[in-house]
């Protein structure tokens, strides 16, 4: 497996899982961080993809998963 797809309301986004940097959760919403600085807001709960994804992401608290690439760095 080499993409993801999502669904979102900007319509469906294939992403190769190497761009992910880091997913983020606000309720029922979670948020993929790429590489190229693209944001992508799905209505799918950040577990779903922590249970998809158990080989590329890891929890680093209870709203962020980030890749196991090395490359998560965090806003602010």
Do not use: W
């Not at 880091?22 to 309720?27: H, I, K, N, Q, V």
């Amino acid at each position: 497996m080499n993409k993801i797809s999502l669904n979102s309301q900007e319509g469906m986004a294939f992403l190769c899982l190497i761009q992910i940097i880091r997913l983020e959760s606000d309720a029922s919403y979670t948020t993929f961080f790429l590489l190229n600085q693209e944001r992508h807001v799905v209505s799918r709960p950040m577990r779903d993809f922590e249970e998809l994804l158990p080989n590329l992401i890891s929890r680093i608290s209870s709203t962020f998963l980030s890749s196991k690439k090395g490359q998560f760095q965090p806003e602010g």
